[in-house]
């Protein structure tokens, strides 16, 4: 997991006059000459002697003013490829020398601390890269003997069930969990792929920025958005995560590390200087196949272990507003309206039944309004006694063409489903039918009812294996016929609805097909937006039928062009999987290109086998009401994830 409470130091250092040769030798500082071969590397590179020499560091309050790095003798980014092995274990670090705001792991609050600049920085970075370099050995290990790996994270926000043999070799990457730098003059982040979303959120916010999508659930990691699929409410503005990923340093299939850019980008960056047709800018092109591969392929082309994360201008508070549906068809065209303004920030909705609907949008916003009304004040969700997101949506539009609005202080909205899992939490009021599912029970279970916490508890009294939880992707077009679908067959309300981006094929990410049309790469026939739909409830109790039901949902899904997330129970036979994802040839090849052909693929990763899934059955005493769930609770007790909530930075405390 991520450390709760990390200290924060400030660096300031002086930038060289110049950028220094990029061969020049550099004398290896005493104390590094019997570290790792990789770390010393690193740390004799020119910028980083810079750094090493002229660097005086004092660590500051959390509330107080904190310095942001800039890249004074940093390469020009039209001469560095995106993709491009290099001897030292840390590409993406060698941009971010001077002025560099450093965070690390820690157990108390920070004191007010004077110590080397050296030393401090130092420590840091040797840390990240004698971890790149112990990666870097063990993968390339099993490389050489031809083992295929699964990488251990130490958290998970999958319901599937585990698929791993028991001999399956795991490498360990759970230390990866710091934010190393957050760059104001750029707006980015450098990231370790198991920073969770709050950490992220908690550390950007003291400089006025935050990521463009931040993934709902706080303990969503960041590698983990980059390599499944994560799609927000402000997705129908800057589409998935990994689009906001500038860069990233990955481990590949053979043990060698490479840096890689996010094409998209680079080319967005080359024709705002005028080389639209420049060499460097076609390779960057040409090279972006690793990147846009690796998004959404869960590990499977190479283990990720930095990120570049662009980030936004932050303001205090989103402007929340509520808006009445009253049918499904209505909500639909709202959401999709909606999308269309040019001043929201955010889109989401719900649908409580087919004729009560809430269409949510958001706008940030600096001010409350001016009012004598003493009753405009911030609203939050975080509190034990603050209400449910989705039970005030309800409620602020209980009557016919209601209408409301909040003002939600930034980390509050984007952390807004947390307690309850948007409404997931209720299901546990189901399963443990004598106790009310009222305001005073949520208070004082409140510890138990945060994400982290519920997801421990799902696995842990094994009642995932009956828990319907689908994200689907819909063309708009058929979105209504899907939600009759769910409602005669499942019986699930609240549903989701979340609009999105459309990714072009060939992608692992969802991407829909319009009614009429055969082609889904084809994007002058395909629609630039599609509708997430959020099925999350009580599937069929015996496992034969649970099956039954998620294969029947599979299959319709398919039959309206839609796509599900990998997150989830997926069934699909591997000849139809590879056939819904522009055949296996493109991927293959990306395989073979970056030496990932003894890795697991996709479908290896994500398939559960029905035949197996219908016949297991549960040890006798969990599957009885409610061993299994109090069993579940005592595991989620012992994560002690109920603290990480307790001690959040994010959490609103007033002006």
């Known amino acids: 997991m991520c450390p709760v409470n990390p200290h924060i130091y400030s660096v300031d250092t002086t930038p060289p006059p110049a950028p220094f040769p990029q061969r020049r030798a550099v004398a290896c500082p005493r104390s590094l000459r019997h570290r790792p071969a990789g770390v010393r590397r690193y740390f004799t590179h020119p910028r980083w002697s810079a750094v090493h020499k002229n660097s005086d560091i004092t660590s500051p309050h959390l509330t107080s003013g904190l310095t942001t790095p800039t890249r004074s003798g940093s390469q020009s980014a039209s001469n560095v490829g995106p993709h491009e092995v290099r001897s030292s274990p840390l590409p993406i670090f060698t941009r971010f020398t001077t002025n560099f705001q450093l965070l690390l792991p820690g157990g108390s609050q920070p004191t007010t601390t004077t110590m080397t600049g050296a030393n401090t920085i130092a420590a840091a970075l040797e840390r990240h890269a004698t971890t790149v370099t112990r990666l870097s050995s063990q993968i390339s290990s099993l490389y050489a003997s031809r083992l295929p790996y699964r990488i251990f994270h130490g958290s998970t926000n999958s319901t599937r069930p585990p698929t791993q043999k028991g001999n399956t070799k795991f490498v360990d990457i759970s230390s990866l969990n710091n934010v190393l730098s957050v760059d104001k003059n750029t707006k980015t982040a450098l990231v370790e792929p198991n920073v969770p979303m709050d950490k992220l959120v908690e550390a950007t916010l003291p400089h006025g920025l935050v990521p463009p999508i931040v993934m709902e659930f706080p303990g969503i990691t960041a590698g983990g958005g980059f390599a499944g699929t994560a799609g927000e409410s402000s997705s129908f503005?800057?589409?998935?995560?990994?689009?906001?990923?500038?860069?990233?340093?990955?481990?590949l299939g053979d043990g060698s590390v490479v840096k890689v850019r996010n094409p998209d980008i680079a080319q967005a960056e080359a024709e705002a200087k005028g080389m639209v047709t420049g060499e460097v800018q076609v390779q960057e092109v040409e090279k972006g196949d690793l990147f846009r591969g690796a998004a959404g392929a869960v590990?499977?082309?190479?283990?990720?272990?930095?990120?570049?994360?662009?980030?936004?201008?932050?303001?205090?508070?989103?402007?929340?507003?509520?808006?009445?549906?009253?049918?499904?068809?209505?909500?639909?065209?709202m959401v999709r309206e909606e999308t269309q303004k040019g001043d929201n920030d955010y889109v989401d909705g719900i649908l409580f039944s087919k004729d009560h609907g809430v269409v949510v949008t958001g706008k940030l916003v600096n001010e409350l309004p001016a009012s004598s009304d003493p009753n405009i004040k911030p609203q939050t969700f975080s509190g034990a006694w603050d209400p449910w997101f989705y039970l005030h949506c309800q409620e602020k539009t209980a009557k016919e063409a209601q209408q409301a609005t909040d003002y939600v202080p930034l980390a509050e909205y984007l952390f807004r489903y947390d307690r309850g899992g948007f409404w997931v939490g209720a299901a546990a009021f189901q399963y443990f039918s004598w106790v009310p599912f009222n305001r005073l029970t949520r208070w004082f279970l409140d510890d138990f009812l945060h994400t982290r916490m519920m997801y421990r508890a799902l696995h842990g009294s094994g009642e995932s294996a009956r828990f319907v939880v689908q994200d689907i992707a819909m063309p708009f077009e058929t979105s209504e016929e899907f939600v009759d679908y769910t409602s005669s067959s499942l019986g699930i309300w609240p549903l989701w609805l979340c609009p999105l981006k459309r990714r072009a094929p060939p992608t692992f990410h969802p991407h829909t097909t319009r009614p009429g049309t055969t082609s889904p790469s084809d994007q002058s026939k395909q629609d630039d937006m599609m509708l997430n739909i959020g099925v999350w409830g009580w599937g069929p109790d015996k496992p034969q039928e649970f099956v039954a039901k998620n294969i029947e949902l599979e299959d319709k899904v398919r039959e309206l062009g839609g796509m599900k997330w990998f997150y989830a129970h997926t069934y699909y036979q591997q000849d139809k999987f590879w056939e819904m994802y522009g055949g296996?040839?493109?991927?293959?090849?990306?395989?073979?290109?970056?030496?990932?052909e003894h890795l697991p693929t996709v479908w290896d990763k994500i398939h559960v086998d029905a035949d197996k899934a219908g016949k297991k059955q549960r040890h006798w005493l969990l599957a009885k009401k409610p061993v299994g769930g109090f069993y579940g609770i005592w595991k989620s007790i012992r994560s002690k994830d109920y603290f990480l909530h307790r001690r959040a930075g994010w959490k609103w405390k007033g002006e």
């Open 237 to 251: 503005r800057h589409g998935f995560f990994d689009d906001t990923v500038r860069e990233v340093e990955m481990v």
């Open 299 to 333: 590990g499977t082309l190479g283990t990720t272990t930095l990120l570049e994360v662009q980030l936004m201008e932050a303001k205090k508070f989103v402007k929340t507003e509520y808006k009445r549906a009253s049918s499904v068809a209505e909500a639909i065209r």
């Open 584 to 596: 296996k040839g493109w991927y293959d090849a990306l395989r073979k290109k970056y030496h990932a």
